[in-house]
């Protein structure tokens, strides 16, 4: 959906248009200061707000100046209509009504996810989850390694042979290499590990010792590769601090799952569609021959 500047009434009619197509969602009250009046009734600088962080997105293609008035035009023709539908009897017709049963399901729901679970995780189950993770964590070996790109088969013998003779690794990767990211760092590419690099060039990254460099040239889809490794190691366990917000993450999806599980066992549910069709069993395996 674009949000493209409209100052005008039909400007403002698509775009109203647009912000209806859009999803309810529960946003936090703010002031009460009255931005707007249509028909006696009170447009509140809360509800702007809500508006605003509803269809941000959208927002951010206007000009900044043009937002907070471009937002009330949008509510007035809300209001303008919404007043109309009220007169025409809508919110007594069945549609409405089923309509607006979804929208509070829908809202009480986002609600009590954000006020009930989200806001109250506490430091302790942070670090609970954390050191529960940790215990089981398996650190990977990591290689930190240098490399030179080149064209040909040729190229890289002969760099081979260069360093042999004694030649400055990454002199040579500064002069030859054909990787830009790289090669102003004289080939460096840090750490990694396994499963980050292409399997050949990483065959040959974990198989070199601290100080080596390859013997052949190592072939991937990028061309010839000459490899030096500079140290090895195990990944350093990464700290709390690194890792919160994937951690407080975890347990929110924990606390929901947990949370929604528990309020299902208590809950009286009936399921009145039809179950899908179970998958078709896998065909049994030919009897071996006698």
Do not use: C, W
């Not at 409209?6 to 698509?14: I, P, Y």
Request: hydrophobic share 45%.
């Amino acid at each position: 959906m674009n949000f493209a500047p409209a100052t005008g009434a039909r400007g403002r009619l698509g775009l109203f248009a647009a912000l209806l197509a859009l999803p309810f969602a529960v946003l936090p009250a703010s002031a009460e200061d009255v931005v707007a009046r249509v028909n006696g009734k009170d447009i509140t600088a809360g509800e702007l707000q809500m508006a605003n962080e509803m269809f941000g997105d959208q927002l951010a293609q206007i000009p900044e100046a043009q937002r907070t008035s471009t937002l009330v035009n949008v509510l007035v023709d809300m209001h303008v209509m919404a007043d109309a539908a009220q007169a025409a009897g809508v919110a007594d017709s069945p549609k409405y009504k089923a309509r607006m049963a979804f929208l509070t399901a829908q809202a009480l729901r986002s609600a009590y996810v954000e006020d009930e679970l989200q806001a109250n995780i506490t430091d302790d189950e942070i670090k609970a989850r954390y050191e529960k993770d940790i215990a089981g964590y398996v650190a990977p070996e990591e290689v930190h390694a240098r490399h030179i790109l080149v064209k040909t088969e040729d190229e890289a013998n002969a760099i081979i042979k260069q360093l042999a003779d004694g030649g400055d690794f990454q002199a040579i990767a500064k002069e030859k290499s054909e990787d830009p990211g790289s090669k102003v760092n004289g080939g460096d590419l840090g750490f990694f590990s396994k499963g980050q690099m292409v399997p050949e060039f990483e065959a040959e990254a974990f198989a070199l010792k601290p100080g080596e460099t390859s013997t052949k040239p190592v072939k991937t889809q990028f061309g010839y590769h000459v490899l030096k490794v500079e140290e090895r190691r195990t990944q350093p366990v990464p700290t709390l601090e690194q890792v919160r917000e994937q951690v407080v993450e975890v347990v929110r999806r924990d606390k929901y799952q947990a949370t929604l599980a528990k309020l299902r066992g208590e809950a009286k549910i009936e399921v009145l569609t039809p179950a899908a069709p179970a998958a078709p069993a896998a065909p049994a395996a030919p009897a071996p021959a006698n």
